[in-house]
């Protein structure tokens, strides 16, 4: 159990839970493909700047309507403290998408502690505008 090595490598961020583990409440929850797209998006938009994490500052971000879209971890614990945002970004028209592991957003925003929310902001003459469309619209079809 401890100290063996896992051989799935199936994908480089870890999926912890199963379908089941889930809460319901996160919703619309992004499939494998999506969140290392999503993951490595965020991961980009740390280098370029453009990155907000934590859901106080995914909350600044939204009401200052300088957020592209906000990612949320599945896992928070307890979910309730993040579960403002959904109804801040439908009143501000922002798409928003649910990871399933907190730890791997943390990763992604390049920091050392899982991140429970993040946001990526707006950036003029940025060189991620054709991704973050992309996702943007990835994410809108979940919600549909």
């Known amino acids: 159990m401890y ?3 896992q051989t799935d490598n199936s994908l480089s961020y870890p999926l912890l839970q199963t379908e089941a583990d889930v809460n319901p409440k996160a919703y619309p929850l992004a499939d494998a493909h999506l969140t290392k797209k999503l993951l490595d998006l965020v991961q980009q938009s740390c280098n370029y700047k ?3 994490k934590g859901a106080n500052e995914a909350t600044k971000t939204l009401n200052r309507g300088i ?3 906000i990612v949320m971890a599945a896992d928070a614990e307890p ?3 993040i ?3 959904p ?3 439908e009143d501000k028209n922002v798409p928003y998408v649910c990871v399933r592991s907190k730890q791997a957003l943390g990763r992604a925003c390049g920091v050392s502690r899982p991140v429970i929310a ?3 902001t707006i950036k003029e003459g940025s ?3 054709q991704q973050i469309q992309s996702i943007q619209q990835s994410i809108e079809r979940l919600l549909v």
Do not use: A, M, P, T
């Open 79 to 81: 979910l309730e403290i």
């Open 50 to 52: 453009q990155l907000r």
């Open 118 to 120: 993040c946001s990526v």
């Open 127 to 129: 060189q991620l505008k």
């Open 3 to 5: 100290g063996e090595e």
């Open 83 to 85: 579960l403002h945002l």
């Open 67 to 69: 957020s592209e879209f």
């Open 87 to 89: 109804l801040l970004c």
